[in-house]
């Protein structure tokens, strides 16, 4: 597997001898019992582990159907974050998001199957790989706009239909491990899932409104 080459939170270049999966897992193991929160969580990964916190949010979504609620909490503190990247501004959130408390025992189930496929993911990621679309400037910029849709696509109230929360926390997953690993195709998988979640949402939408106009003209018969 691959070594982390991080470059986020404060800007500087850091070498990291462990492995993504690594870093969260030790995150996941010191969660307290009786539940986590936002302040939480933030604290565990580290004052520069803002992407390491995306990507940990965006792990529990790896499943077809989420946790109900938490597609909210953790996807507005991923937009948070996000505004924060793309105006180079310390993260800022309101107490009342810092403060929700999440039940731990239901995240555990969810971050174990998670790992599995964040294991698969960093077999294909390769750090400094087409690195011109990790860099900053317009590329930085796009980039973190891209993490933004993608916050805003897992927020979107599809939570309960299949995979309407999976498509955007891969692609949000992609992006902050592209981000940190500086992997440009690790990025590009990044975009290309937020464009298939806006066709899936487009076809969901449309199909809905075409079942809704049908009922009524059967009702009007």
Same mark, same amino acid.
């Given at each position: $597997?691959?070594?982390?080459?991080?470059?986020?939170?404060?800007?500087?270049?850091?070498?990291?001898?462990?492995?993504?999966?690594?870093?969260?897992? +030790?995150?996941?193991?010191?969660?307290?019992?009786?539940?986590?929160?936002?302040?939480?969580?933030?604290?565990?990964?580290?004052?520069?582990g803002?992407?390491?916190?995306?990507?940990?949010?965006?792990?529990?979504?790896?499943?077809?159907?989420?946790? %109900?609620?938490?597609? /909210?909490?953790?996807?507005?503190?991923?937009?948070?974050?996000?505004?924060?990247?793309?105006?180079?501004?310390?993260? =800022? $959130? %309101? +107490?009342?998001?810092?403060?929700?408390?999440?039940? /731990?025992?239901?995240?555990? %189930?969810?971050?174990?199957?998670?790992? +599995? =496929?964040?294991?698969?993911?960093? +077999?294909?990621?390769?750090?400094?790989?087409?690195? =011109?679309?990790?860099?900053?400037?317009?590329?930085?910029?796009?980039?973190?706009?891209?993490?933004?849709?993608?916050?805003?696509?897992? $927020? $979107?109230?599809?939570?309960?239909?299949? !995979?309407?929360n999976t498509?955007?926390?891969?692609?949000?997953?992609?992006?902050?491990?592209?981000?940190?690993?500086?992997?440009?195709?690790?990025?590009?998988?990044?975009?290309?899932?937020?464009?298939? /979640?806006?066709?899936?949402?487009?076809?969901?939408?449309?199909?809905?409104?075409?079942?809704?106009?049908?009922?009524?003209?059967? !009702?009007?018969?």
């Amino acid at each position: $597997m691959n070594h982390l080459d991080i470059d986020e939170g404060s800007g500087e270049n850091r070498a990291s001898t462990e492995l993504l999966s690594e870093r969260l897992s +030790k995150v996941v193991e010191a969660m307290p019992d009786e539940g986590v929160t936002l302040g939480d969580l933030r604290q565990l990964v580290g004052p520069d582990g803002l992407m390491l916190l995306v990507a940990l949010l965006s792990l529990v979504f790896l499943i077809p159907v989420s946790i %109900p609620g938490v597609s /909210t909490v953790f996807g507005l503190a991923i937009l948070l974050i996000s505004v924060s990247r793309l105006f180079g501004r310390d993260l =800022w $959130m %309101p +107490k009342k998001v810092q403060g929700r408390v999440i039940s /731990t025992e239901k995240l555990l %189930p969810a971050f174990d199957r998670a790992f +599995k =496929w964040l294991h698969r993911l960093e +077999k294909i990621s390769k750090p400094r790989r087409m690195e =011109w679309l990790a860099a900053d400037g317009l590329v930085g910029v796009i980039n973190s706009c891209a993490l933004i849709l993608g916050a805003v696509l897992l $927020m $979107m109230p599809f939570g309960l239909i299949p !995979f309407s929360n999976t498509i955007p926390a891969v692609a949000l997953l992609c992006l902050a491990i592209g981000i940190v690993q500086r992997d440009g195709v690790c990025i590009l998988l990044g975009h290309i899932s937020n464009v298939l /979640t806006i066709i899936y949402f487009s076809v969901l939408i449309g199909g809905s409104g075409v079942a809704i106009s049908e009922a009524l003209r059967r !009702f009007s018969e």
